[in-house]
């Protein structure tokens, strides 16, 4: 069974960090680019950051460069994101989700496969 689980969300202070992780089961998540989403209550989902399949090409996006990191362990299966010095706005559910293909699509509809997202909650 193809699946993606998301873990590692949580409360945090303002200016904490965490590390969500991305586990997939049922394909090898290194043939895929995995992208980090997330979506506040009342908003649209976006783009956090996202790691290619081939070259290992990371992208992130303005409101959380400098701040998050996007890793992969292809003998784990798995994919992070390490986020630091977190920020009330930084509050959303965060999904990550996998595209066969080349580079990191914008758009969520061509990933292929989703997690079932984990809340992520920064507040003092």
């Known amino acids: 069974q193809v699946q993606l689980v998301e873990s590692g969300g949580g409360l945090v202070q303002p200016g904490g960090s965490l590390r969500l992780s991305c586990a997939a089961s049922?394909?090898?998540?290194?043939?895929?680019?995995v992208g980090w989403f997330r979506q506040a209550p009342g908003k649209e989902r976006e783009g956090v950051s996202c790691?290619?399949?081939?070259?290992?090409?990371?992208s992130y996006a303005d409101s959380v460069k400098g701040r998050f990191t996007i890793s992969r362990d292809n003998a784990k299966n798995t994919v992070y994101l390490q986020m630091n010095g977190l920020k009330p706005e930084d509050t959303a559910v965060y999904y990550c989700?996998?595209?066969?293909?080349?580079?990191?699509?914008?758009?969520?509809?061509?990933?292929?496969?989703w997690g079932q997202g984990t809340q992520v909650t920064v507040s003092s």
């Open positions: 989700a996998a595209y066969l293909g080349y580079g990191c699509p914008r758009e969520p509809r061509e990933y292929a496969y």
């Open positions: 049922g394909f090898t998540l290194d043939d895929y680019a």
């Open positions: 790691i290619s399949s081939s070259d290992g090409i990371t």
